[in-house]
């Protein structure tokens, strides 16, 4: 096929008058290397053209919504009136500190054979990452990692809200605060070292020799983030936990954890910071990394970013460098090494989901957590793989409507989700 065919594909593609045959062969070719040159051409013209941006204004989310409402609406065949959107109403939802006016990522499932309509969803995803791919919006800078605050705008009957942020602070005497209703400032003293709260988070300040330990867990539905008192930051993600002591006197820094968990440790000459987590332990000096360890995951994974980490399980042990992932199967008791995208294993702490060729229930998993919902499997029900991702702070049913793309369809009951075939 020429590069004149090409293109003539590529403009029935914006418009309206696109055969079932044609929009296949358009699919393929678009990810044929010999046409790069071209359709990134195409695409800059496309997406610059005032007759094609109905506003006349190169904005990014609004032209991602007029493609998707293309590729969503239109038949298969020429007589298809064309898709109109209206620019989002400002929805009063937060944004982090140094970040833009976000489009929602699309979450893109995969399939060995979809259907004409799911490729046109597909292609249009296709199209808009890799316009924007490496820009600020897919994954927001690793600098500001602050978690996307939740608007607790008015909730539509029968939906349920995101997760926002809170926990559960225990101390060594059993007194337990919440922290989602505490107010900034000192909430305690533990053996003479103090508790503050500030702008979502806790610290410590001050010293005991002492060997106390305080706790810090997130229910479903909730996300924390604490620094120790040596420095050490903590991100907690939805039904987590770790202990800690209040001060390290000694030479060595130990901490316990379960569920999901993001350190960045503070560097300390001859005190090695280890993570003890559910059937294994990791040992480290100075470093950033990530451990997805949930007892109701059949793998735990810890990826690494910065310096190097040692896990052990059992009588096994290795050590990996950034951008390396070790999965722990508990149950064969393997350790295995792979190449990671480290950006998706911190996801999370952007306010992101993001799936990277994830079976559904690994994805439903994860909406049950950060939502607080049951989830219930009904019939003979296929097992997409999805990739792409979305905001956690949108509501549930918005999340379910993009999932529901897959082929798999989700009914929400007060707070239990049905997903049939």
Do not use: C
């Amino acid at each position: 096929m020429s590069q004149s065919n090409f293109e003539e594909l590529f403009n029935k593609f914006l418009g309206e008058n696109m055969t079932a045959a044609e929009i296949d062969r358009f699919r393929e070719l678009f990810h044929d290397d010999r046409y790069q040159p071209l359709r990134d051409q195409l695409l800059e013209t496309a997406f610059t053209n005032k007759a094609f941006i109905e506003n006349g204004d190169y904005d990014p989310k609004e032209v991602f919504q007029q493609l998707l409402a293309r590729a969503k609406d239109r038949e298969p065949v020429s007589q298809v009136p064309e898709a109109r959107l209206q620019t989002e109403a400002a929805s009063g939802t937060e944004k982090s500190p140094g970040t833009a006016d976000q489009p929602q990522a699309p979450v893109i499932p995969l399939s060995s054979s979809p259907s004409p309509l799911r490729r046109l969803w597909i292609a249009a995803a296709v199209v808009f990452i890799i316009l924007l791919g490496g820009t600020a919006w897919f994954f927001i800078n690793r600098a500001n990692k602050q978690r996307v605050p939740v608007a607790q705008a008015a909730l539509p009957k029968g939906d349920v809200a995101p997760g926002r942020n809170g926990a559960i602070l225990t101390l060594s005497n059993g007194k337990k605060i919440l922290l989602d209703s505490a107010g900034n400032g000192e909430l305690a003293s533990d053996s003479g070292v103090a508790v503050i709260k500030k702008d979502g988070a806790i610290a410590y300040r001050g010293k005991t020799e002492e060997m106390v330990y305080n706790t810090v867990a997130t229910p479903k539905g909730r996300q924390w983030q604490l620094t120790l008192s040596d420095g050490t930051k903590v991100w907690l993600n939805a039904g987590s936990s770790i202990r800690y002591p209040v001060s390290f006197p000694g030479n060595e820094r130990l901490v316990e954890m379960k569920g999901e968990v993001y350190f960045e440790v503070a560097q300390k000459a001859g005190a090695p910071f280890i993570v003890q987590a559910p059937k294994q332990s990791i040992q480290v000096l100075g470093t950033h990394f990530n451990v997805n360890a949930y007892g109701d995951e059949p793998i735990f994974r810890t990826t690494l970013l910065e310096g190097s980490v040692q896990v052990m399980s059992s009588d096994k042990k290795v050590l990996i460098r950034p951008g390396q992932q070790v999965s722990n199967n508990y149950t064969t008791g393997s350790l295995t090494i792979k190449e990671a995208n480290v950006d998706d294993a911190i996801a999370w702490i952007n306010g992101r989901f993001k799936f990277d060729n994830s079976d559904l229930k690994t994805v439903m998993r994860q909406i049950a957590r950060w939502y607080d919902v049951e989830v219930e499997y009904r019939g003979n029900i296929s097992n997409p793989q999805f990739g792409g991702g979305t905001y956690r702070s949108s509501n549930l049913s918005e999340v379910l409507q993009v999932l529901e793309l897959s082929g798999v369809h989700f009914k929400l009951e007060e707070r239990k989700i049905i997903v049939t075939p």
